[in-house]
C-alpha cells in the first residue's frame, strides 16, 4: 500500500482529521514530499547573514527535537545514544540565507519520513500519523510559536502584546487536544517547546523573531517571557535511610560532606556535616556504614527550591532496622 503524502500543511491536518475519526487503514504510512521546512528570520545588528555564536546552542535543540523522536521510534527510547549511521540519517542542515537579517532554513521532511517508517515497525498507523505529524505541525507551524509565547505570556501574567490568530490557535488545540492521551505526542510537544525557550534565550535585546513574514517578538520581550521566576526555598526535614557513596573532608569548614543515595526514592544528594553535628557515636556509625556498604538512618535538614533540594545537612544518624 502506497504511503499517504504530505506536501504541506493543508495535507497535514487532513491527516490529522482521518486519524482523528478512526478512519486511518492500519497498515499505511506517511512520507513527506518538500515539507516541513523549518523557516525563521532572526533580525539583528550586524547580522547581514551571518549567524553569532551565542544563536547555535538554540538550533541545536532543534537537532536533540529530531534525534530523540528517531530514537525512540527505532530504539524505543528517546535517550538512546543514536549511532554514526544514525546521525547520518538524522542530521539536519541548516542554510543561512544573507541581507541585514539571518534566514534559517532547513527542510526536515526525510528526516520526519525516516522515523515514520521506523514507527511503523512498533506502532499503529494512527499511532504513527499523531506521533509524526505533531513534529511537523509544531516546527513548522507559525501558531506554534503563537501559542507557545501566549501561554507562556498567560502563566507569568506579563503585560507583553502578541498577536492572535484564530485559525492558528484552533490548530494548534488539535494538537493540544491529542496530547492529553497520547504520550508520544505530549512528549513532542515538550520537546519542541524546549527548543523554542532555548532559542528565545539566545535573543539579544535589539534583536527580532521573525516567522511567517512577520514579528512575533523582540528579543527584550523574548527574555522576560522565558525569564523563570524565582522561587522560595523552603526548609524542611527528611527522615529516610541511606547509602554513603563517598565522604569527602575539608569541603566544610571543620567538617565534611557527604555524599548519599535515598534508598527510598534513588534520588542522589550532597549532604553537609558542619564540625561538631554528630556524637562519636553517630560518626562510628556513618564509618560502620561506608566501610561495610550498609545503610543508614538519618535525619537531615534541608532547603528545597521547587523539587530540587538545593542543600541539606545531616542532624543526626542511627542504625537502620535489623543492624
Keep these: 500500500m502506497a504511503d499517504v503524502e504530505i506536501r ?125 505529524t505533531a513534529i511537523a505541525a509544531l516546527v513548522a507551524g507559525t501558531y506554534a510559536w503563537d501559542s507557545y509565547l501566549q501561554t507562556q505570556v498567560a502563566e507569568k501574567k506579563l503585560d507583553i502584546e502578541l498577536r492572535k490568530t484564530e485559525e492558528e490557535i484552533r490548530r494548534y488545540d488539535i494538537i493540544r487536544e491529542i496530547a492529553e492521551d497520547n504520550k508520544n505526542v505530549r512528549a513532542q510537544v515538550e520537546r519542541v517547546e524546549a527548543f523554542q525557550g532555548a532559542l528565545l534565550k539566545r535573543l539579544s535585546p535589539e534583536d527580532a523573531l521573525v516567522v511567517d513574514g512577520q514579528i512575533l517578538i523582540d528579543g527584550q520581550d523574548a527574555k522576560t517571557v522565558v525569564r523563570n521566576p524565582r522561587q522560595t526555598a523552603i526548609e524542611t526535614r527528611l527522615d529516610a535511610n541511606f547509602k554513603i557513596l563517598s565522604v569527602d573532608s575539608g569541603l566544610v569548614a571543620g567538617g565534611f560532606r557527604l555524599r548519599l543515595l535515598n534508598i527510598g526514592t534513588g534520588e542522589e544528594l550532597k549532604v553537609s556535616v558542619p564540625e561538631g553535628t554528630l556524637s562519636p557515636e553517630q560518626i562510628q556509625i556513618l564509618q560502620n556504614g561506608e566501610w561495610g556498604k550498609r545503610s543508614v538512618s538519618m535525619r537531615l535538614n534541608i532547603k528545597k527550591i521547587g523539587d530540587r533540594v538545593a542543600s541539606a545537612t545531616l542532624i543526626m544518624a542511627g542504625l537502620t532496622d535489623g543492624d
Design 8 to 132: 504541506n500543511e493543508e495535507d497535514l491536518f487532513r491527516v490529522f482529521e482521518i486519524a482523528q475519526m478512526g478512519q486511518w487503514d492500519e497498515g499505511q504510512g506517511i512520507a513527506f514530499v518538500g515539507w516541513p521546512n523549518f523557516e525563521f528570520i532572526i533580525r539583528g545588528e550586524h547580522f547581514d547573514g551571518g549567524v553569532p555564536t551565542r544563536i547555535m546552542p538554540g538550533l541545536l535543540e532543534l537537532q536533540k527535537v529530531v534525534n530523540r523522536a528517531y530514537a525512540e521510534a527505532k530504539y524505543g527510547s528517546a535517550t538512546r545514544r543514536l549511532s554514526t549511521e544514525d546521525r547520518a540519517v538524522t542530521e539536519l542542515v541548516v542554510q543561512f540565507e544573507a541581507g541585514h537579517s539571518t534566514q534559517f532554513l532547513s527542510d526536515l521532511g526525510p528526516q520526519l519520513t525516516e522515523i515514520a517508517k521506523q514507527m511503523m515497525m512498533k506502532m499503529t498507523g494512527r499511532q504513527v500519523v499523531f506521533s509524526v
